[in-house]
């Protein structure tokens, strides 16, 4: 079995940022690509932005230039830096991770962008 734990969410003023993390834990666990997803409401959930094991990166284009994925492989978590934030980006953000053991999705974190 492997948990996944998200934080970072919150209330945020448009322009402004914030940095959202998963941490992934679990017994004999190799962690491949992690992920970002997102899922606004009424909508069906999106890609925001992966990462590989190696540190290969890709965005959606909604983001590209704002947002940016990173990971530390020693703790099994990944970041979502995410900046010059606008109303379009509140969403309930999700990680998604590809394990030796599986893949999982975390419980999700709201970020909301409004004045």
């Known amino acids: 079995q492997v948990q996944l734990v998200e934080s970072g969410g919150g209330l945020v003023q448009p322009g402004g940022s914030l940095r959202l993390s998963c941490a992934a834990s679990?017994?004999?666990?190799?962690?491949?690509?992690m992920n970002w997803y997102r899922q606004a409401p009424g909508k069906q959930r999106e890609f925001v932005a992966t990462i590989t094991s190696g540190g290969g990166t890709n965005y959606a284009d909604s983001v590209k230039g704002r947002f940016t994925i990173s990971r530390d492989n020693t703790e099994n978590t990944v970041y979502l830096q995410m900046n010059s934030l606008k109303p379009e980006d509140t969403a309930v953000y999700y990680c998604?991770?590809?394990?030796?053991?599986?893949?999982?999705w975390g419980q999700g974190t709201q970020v909301t962008v409004s004045s």
């Open positions: 679990g017994r004999r666990l190799s962690i491949y690509a």
């Open positions: 998604w991770v590809s394990s030796s053991r599986g893949d999982y």
